[in-house]
């Protein structure tokens, strides 16, 4: 097993990272943006169907702290998608004002349609990447996120 990297050896590589993430960032975002022409669904839309998908119903501030975005961002994109009957509003035992927002079954079709066609794209990603790969790769991206939370806390980015 390789020992971990010094401060500037490690500086230098994430640096690296940073550099590769940009343009899949910028293609990933264009594919996105492309499928909403053939889903109907808006980008934040398709993220708001797909955490509630996951995680179950939420409440717009959990909703945008998951996924850290502004509150008012996500209370649009919820907007849009109860406009289009994708998910409903209900009342929140633990919260007078603050409703839950569910996915509708209209909602969780549009959104399995979707990363049906994802999980399509991303299977034929070659390289014969292993499992111990990918995790890697998690832990990686999760430690470069988390400095970049500690950094913007700090008032530092």
């Given at each position: 097993m390789?020992?971990?990297?010094?401060?500037?050896?490690?500086?230098?590589?994430?640096?690296?990272?940073?550099?590769?993430?940009?343009?899949?960032?910028?293609?990933?975002?264009?594919?996105?943006?492309?499928?909403?022409?053939?889903?109907?669904?808006?980008?934040?839309?398709?993220?708001?169907?797909?955490?509630?998908?996951?995680?179950?119903?939420?409440?717009?501030?959990?909703?945008?702290?998951?996924q850290?975005?502004?509150?008012?961002?996500?209370?649009?994109?919820?907007?849009?998608?109860?406009?289009?009957?994708?998910?409903?509003?209900?009342?929140?035992?633990?919260?007078?004002?603050?409703?839950?927002?569910?996915?509708?079954?209209?909602?969780?079709?549009?959104?399995?349609?979707?990363?049906?066609?994802?999980?399509?794209?991303?299977?034929?990603?070659?390289?014969?990447?292993?499992?111990?790969e990918?995790?890697?790769?998690?832990?990686?991206?999760?430690?470069?996120?988390?400095?970049?939370?500690?950094?913007?806390?700090?008032?530092?980015?």
């Open positions: 390789s020992s971990p990297l010094p401060p500037g050896a490690l500086a230098d590589r994430l640096a690296e990272v940073y550099v590769a993430l940009g343009p899949v960032y910028r293609r990933v975002s264009r594919i996105v943006e492309h499928d909403e022409a053939v889903s109907g669904l808006s980008v934040g839309v398709r993220n708001v169907l797909d955490q509630l998908r996951r995680d179950g119903e939420r409440t717009v501030p959990q909703l945008a702290r998951s850290d975005l502004s509150r008012q961002f996500v209370q649009r994109m919820v907007h849009e998608a109860r406009r289009a009957g994708q998910v409903e509003l209900v009342d929140n035992p633990s919260h007078r004002r603050s409703h839950l927002v569910r996915i509708t079954p209209q909602g969780h079709e549009a959104i399995t349609a979707v990363t049906d066609r994802e999980q399509a794209l991303l299977g034929s990603v070659g390289g014969n990447l292993t499992a111990q990918l995790t890697a790769t998690l832990r990686v991206l999760h430690h470069m996120d988390e400095a970049l939370i500690r950094i913007e806390a700090e008032g530092r980015g």
